[in-house]
């Protein structure tokens, strides 16, 4: 029998998130099942129900986590970068710390 | 509101009442035991929801007469109930602590009664959402919004059972033979739906829900070659089986004698508890 993904979103600006899975004989089914599995009290605004064959899953860990060094892709180094900033404003003069870091 | 008009509107909604609670109660049963667990929840909800709908129905009687909606329910005697004869039948096994139990698992009994079930409520709904008695108009618009959603679970599950499997569909077809005479016995007035439809409490009787019925009925069965006992002359329907009536006027079988000591049992034991 058909596995079902199962996506929620709660509220009008939230986002939808997967929420879990589900067995259904068809996809008319699988949607009724869906609501009172995943918004039995009425805690969905909008459901997104998935056939899990739908769905391209990807777990190859070298295409994921590319062994190659990327420290230039890392937000850490945007940090860096603002700390280094602030010393060299420092250095400069006094006063206007913060005003274009902040 | 004169007597008689009021008498007649309170016999028909808890007809409609008895109908829900006891079609929500035989289906209940399913929790716990149905073909799927994703099944199981879905059908046990759909049970929830009915037994919701006769609570309505019986408050609506309750303001009428002064009666409390629980008396309405559980303590009246056993034949002042009215629902449809096949809506009390057991479809499940009857647990016995001893362990003999007793009848058999007919998924297909269960599903194909609530599809056909739910064809008539939704017509007898709509013959409501206009009613003169506002209460009563405004009470059914809700539930026909949430009815919508049941007939469509009974359409996916009427053509998985038509199509899915040979085995699928002899249960189906073994299941309508059995049915036959209790779903035609939906279409049983209760006594003075005629002055209620000159006030314009209800826009058709009852019994006048059949041809309407069986005209939305006979898609479904055309369409996987599934047989109606009834034929199309002209304009007019001629149905080949005898109904099983009485329901309307109190009279019930075996299914009824369990059914009625199971529900009221807890009742019966503190009538004026509260609980």
Redesign the interface.
């Known amino acids: 029998?058909p596995i079902y993904e199962v996506f929620r979103q709660e509220e009008e600006a939230g986002y939808l998130r997967h929420e879990g899975s589900?067995?259904?004989?068809?996809a008319?089914?699988a949607v009724?099942?869906a609501r009172?599995?995943y918004s039995?009290r009425s805690e969905a605004i909008r459901l997104w129900v998935v056939p899990r064959e739908a769905i391209i899953e990807v777990t190859d860990h070298d295409f994921l986590q590319p062994p190659l060094e990327r420290t230039h892709r890392m937000g850490e180094g945007y940090r860096v970068t603002v700390a280094k900033r602030r010393q060299l404003r420092q250095g400069a003069g006094a006063g206007k710390e913060g005003q274009h870091d902040a | 509101m004169t007597p008689d008009v009021q008498e007649a509107l309170c016999r028909y909604l808890l007809t409609l009442a008895d109908d829900e609670l006891v079609i929500g109660l035989r289906d209940a049963e399913w929790t716990g035991i149905a073909p799927?667990v994703?099944?199981d929840?879905?059908f046990s909800?759909l049970a929830q929801d009915e037994i919701g709908h006769a609570r309505l129905c019986y408050t609506l009687a309750a303001e009428l007469t002064g009666r409390d909606p629980d008396h309405l329910a559980y303590l009246r005697p056993k034949a002042a109930y009215y629902h449809a004869r096949v809506l009390e039948e057991r479809a499940t096994i009857m647990y016995d602590p001893e362990g003999k139990h007793s009848g058999k698992v007919q998924w297909a009994k269960a599903i194909t009664r609530r599809f056909l079930y739910d064809l008539f409520d939704n017509l007898r709904l709509e013959a409501l959402l206009a009613s003169s008695y506002e209460p009563l108009a405004n009470a059914m618009r809700k539930v026909y919004s949430e009815e919508r959603?049941h007939l469509?679970?009974g359409?996916?599950?009427w053509?998985?059972l038509a199509t899915?499997s040979t085995i699928a569909r002899e249960h189906l077809e073994t299941a309508l033979t059995a049915l036959w005479p209790g779903i035609l016995g939906f279409f049983e007035d209760a006594p003075g739906e005629d002055t209620l439809q000159s006030e314009g409490i209800i826009a058709a009787r009852t019994a006048h829900l059949l041809t309407p019925w069986l005209e939305r009925a006979q898609s479904y069965f055309t369409q996987y070659q599934l047989s109606l006992p009834a034929q199309k002359v002209g304009e007019n329907w001629q149905v080949t089986i005898e109904p099983l009536t009485g329901g309307r006027v109190g009279q019930h079988g075996a299914g009824w004698d369990e059914l009625y000591e199971e529900m009221t049992m807890v009742r019966r034991l503190e009538p004026e508890g509260t609980w």
């Open positions: 029998m589900l067995e259904a004989p068809s008319e089914l009724h099942y009172e599995l039995r | 799927m994703e099944e929840v879905a909800s959603y469509w679970h359409e996916a599950w053509k998985t899915s």
